[in-house]
């Protein structure tokens, strides 16, 4: 894993921190969200698709909010 790819997955893990109650009623996806939240840092397709599967299924990162 690049610097830039742990850096963003620390950033987005304190951003689901943050914001866990901001889906009280579960709509969000957060899935898509955190593809789209890696790009918008600078991360290439590829490189966002694998980090939001990573934080989805091996860190669980929204799922411990709920």
């Known amino acids: 894993m690049t610097k830039a790819q742990e ?3 620390a ?3 304190k951003f689901c921190e943050e914001h866990a109650d901001t889906d009280e009623f579960e709509e ?3 899935y898509d969200l955190s ?3 890696f790009m918008n840092g600078g991360l290439t397709v590829p490189e966002a698709v ?3 599967t990573s934080v ?3 860190d669980q990162y ?3 909010y709920d």
Do not use: P, Q, S, V
């Open 28 to 30: 969000l996806n957060w």
């Open 11 to 13: 950033k987005f893990h």
């Open 7 to 9: 850096a963003a997955r």
């Open 35 to 37: 593809i789209g939240y």
């Open 56 to 58: 989805r299924y091996d």
């Open 62 to 64: 929204w799922m411990e």
């Open 50 to 52: 694998e980090l939001a």
